[in-house]
T-cell receptor, first 116, second 118 residues
Framework: NAGVTQTPKFQVLKTGQSMTLQCAQD?????MYWYRQDPGMGLRLIYY???????DKGEVPNGYNVSRLNKREFSLRLESAAPSQTSVYFC???????????????FGEGSRLTVL | AQTVTQSQPEMSVQEAETVTLSCTYD???????LFWYKQPPSRQMILVIR??????QNATENRFSVNFQKAAKSFSLKISDSQLGDAAMYFC???????????????FGKGTLLTVNP
């Protein structure tokens, strides 16, 4: 009963280093999302993927890239990490019952990233 | 762009009592969806309750209910018979009707940290 799985859960980077956050869901959902959460802020959308093979920018995409590797996996890459990217990152996938316009996001447990 | 405001950064309640968390939003749309999410110390976001704006009736889920005031653009969450396990960060969220289907996107408030005192 995994749902949405994110790795790693914790990571410390130095400025300029690169890394990839991995996300996988086992619920056969089409749409997947990456959010970041900062102290005193809500969640802000970085990128999303409506379906396999497509990705779109969200509210705060600068400094990030994404890859929708297949239906299950959606990764977030920081090419050159900056201290401003210190945050908790959440991956989510969307269940959308056929014929409806409502749905529910299922979230992973988050990945805490610190950039020194 | 829509904005969601939670004016209470922190709230506390005694176990078994009732607490109300406030949320207001700004939109020019007439139809939309509103949500309350709970984030316990484990960090995982959990959907608590949702409300469709076209529905007059306030949503309820067991001890959780909302007071949806469309004209005032207010969407408060009431937790009755508070339990220790209710302690968490609570986020209010808005979804535009134009972000349905594969374009589904939520706008979140900054959150309210709820403490439950034994």
């Amino acid at each position: 009963n995994a749902g949405v799985t994110q790795t790693p859960k914790f990571q410390v980077l130095k400025t300029g280093q690169s890394m990839t956050l991995q996300c996988a869901q086992d619920m056969n959902h089409n749409s997947m999302y990456w959010y970041r959460q900062d102290p005193g802020m809500g969640l802000r959308l970085i990128y999303y993927s409506a379906s396999e093979g497509t990705t779109d920018k969200g509210e705060v995409p600068n400094g990030y890239n994404v890859s929708r590797l297949n239906k299950r996996e959606f990764s977030l890459r920081l090419e050159s990490a900056a201290p401003s990217q210190t945050s908790v990152y959440f991956c989510a996938s969307l269940t959308l019952p056929r014929g409806t316009n409502t749905g529910e996001l299922f979230f992973g447990e988050g990945s805490r990233l610190t950039v020194l | 762009a829509q904005t969601v405001t939670q004016s209470q950064p922190e709230m506390s309640v005694q176990e078994a009592e009732t607490v109300t968390l406030s949320c207001t939003y700004d939109t020019s749309e007439s139809d939309y969806y509103l949500f309350w999410y709970k984030q316990p110390p484990s960090r995982q976001m959990i959907l608590v309750i949702r409300q469709e704006a076209y529905k007059q009736q306030n949503a309820t889920e067991n001890r959780f209910s909302v007071n949806f005031q469309k004209a005032a653009k207010s969407f408060s969450l009431k937790i009755s018979d508070s339990q220790l396990g209710d302690a968490a960060m609570y986020f209010c969220a808005y979804r535009s009707p134009n972000s349905g289907g594969s374009n589904y996107k939520l706008t979140f408030g900054k959150g309210t940290l709820l403490t439950v005192n034994p």
